[in-house]
Each structure stands twice: as structure tokens, then as C-alpha cells.
T-cell receptor, first 113, second 109 residues
Framework: DVKVTQSSRYLVKRTGEKVFLECVQD?????MFWYRQDPGLGLRLIYF???????EKGDIPEGYSVSREKKERFSLILESASTNQTSMYLC????????????FGSGTRLTVV | GQSLEQPSEVTAVEGAIVQINCTYQ??????LSWYQQHDGGAPTFLSY????GLEETGRFSSFLSRSDSYGYLLLQELQMKDSASYFC??????????FGIGTKLQVIP
């Protein structure tokens, strides 16, 4: 089974801090994604990557950046955390051409205080 | 842009059948997916429809009508463990998937 691992389950950070959320997948998938999930808003795409060092903006990229230096690892960076970035962050991966949908990590619940 | 509509909540009785509808508006369309998410858990992939018609996987079936921009997820022989949120998701462009806000299904005895 594909496994997507997010490094932290819960994080509490202060406003203005630089925050790194790490995601690793073990099935050699080309495509990786970062979503945030908020009540009443569903899952919204922040950034995605279809190859090493490649990145594309999703629907809500403002305030975020990403890094993909290795195929298995996709990092989400909050340059200067703000309280409106308090959310559940979900990483996902998918193989090229796969019709089997995303495999999600367990999520990181980030609270910015 | 893309938008999806699905009911926010549905309640059904254990052993019954429930249908969760999803309508979408997209600038492009590659397929419709369904995901299940239990409270505190990660979304898990259930099904994918790229062509019109019904896809069946055990107790779950998913239907798509591209001409109507409409699909549904059908859950049969409901069990208590089916209580979860169900998301429809449209792949409207290369690697670009948009999710609905989710339908919270409560199965009652």
C-alpha cells in the first residue's frame, strides 16, 4: 500500500514564525499535493508538484510556498504564519496516469496563536 | 473555474440505501471521484468515473452523467461504520482536482 507520511500530527506556532510542514511518500509517485481543510469549505488546493523541483499554484497559494528537492518529499512552507492559517493541512500523492485517486496523509492540525 | 454542490448532511437508517448527489460546473472535465473521511481521519479514495454510467464496488456504487454534469454515490446495506463525510471531486484539468464541501452521513440504528 502507498503510504504518505506527514511529520507532525499537531503543531502550535506563533504569529510571524516560519513554519515547515513535511510530507514523504514511499511509492515513487510523480505528483504530490498540499490541501487545507476547513469546516464548510472542504479541501482547497494550495500547491502541487508533478516532478522534482517543479511546482504549480493551486487555488489558494497566497502566504505559502513549497519545495520539492527529492521525488519522495514535498514540503509546505508558511513564510510568516498568521492566525488565518490555522487549519488542517493534508498532503496527498498520486501516480502518473493513475485512476486510483489520491492517497492522503493523516494530516497536520496547525494552530497559529 | 470549478464549483461542486453536494448536500451538507444526510441521515439514513442502518441497513437502508442512501444516495449522495453531486452537481458540478467546470471549465474542463476528466472525471469525478468520491472520497470517504471519518472524523479525525484522512480522506480515502472510493471510486472514479470518467465515462457515463454506473461503477460498482461492493456495497458502494458511483454514477456519472456528463451531459447533466451530475453524479452520485450510492451506499447499500448501510452499516454504522459508514458514518463519515463523503466528498465528490472533479478533475477539471491536468492534475487539478477540486473537492466539494463534503456530505456528512449519519447512520442511525
Amino acid at each position: 500500500d502507498v503510504k504518505v507520511t506527514q511529520s507532525s500530527r499537531y503543531l502550535v506556532k506563533r504569529t510571524g514564525e516560519k513554519v515547515f510542514l513535511e510530507c514523504v511518500q514511499d511509492m515513487d509517485h510523480e505528483n504530490m499535493f498540499w490541501y487545507r481543510q476547513d469546516p464548510g469549505l472542504g479541501l482547497r488546493l494550495i500547491y502541487f508538484s508533478y516532478d522534482v523541483k517543479m511546482k504549480e499554484k493551486g487555488d489558494i497559494p497566497e502566504g505559502y510556498s513549497v519545495s520539492r528537492e527529492k521525488k519522495e518529499r514535498f514540503s509546505l512552507i508558511l513564510e510568516s504564519a498568521s492566525t488565518n492559517q490555522t487549519s488542517m493541512y493534508l498532503c496527498a500523492s498520486r501516480g502518473q496516469g493513475s485512476i486510483n485517486g489520491y492517497t492522503f496523509g493523516s494530516g497536520t492540525r496547525l494552530t497559529v496563536v | 473555474g470549478q464549483s461542486l454542490e453536494q448536500p451538507s448532511e444526510v441521515t439514513a437508517v442502518e441497513g437502508a440505501i442512501v444516495q449522495i448527489n453531486c452537481t458540478y460546473q467546470t471549465s474542463g472535465f476528466y472525471g469525478l471521484s468520491w472520497y470517504q473521511q471519518h472524523d479525525g481521519g484522512a480522506p480515502t479514495f472510493l471510486s472514479y468515473n470518467a465515462l457515463d454510467g454506473l461503477e460498482e464496488t461492493g456495497r458502494f456504487s458511483s454514477f456519472l452523467s456528463r451531459s447533466d454534469s451530475y453524479g452520485y454515490l450510492l451506499l447499500q446495506e448501510l452499516q454504522m461504520k459508514d458514518s463519515a463525510s463523503y466528498f465528490c471531486a472533479v478533475r477539471g484539468g491536468y492534475q487539478k482536482v477540486t473537492f466539494g464541501i463534503g456530505t456528512k452521513l449519519q447512520v442511525i440504528p
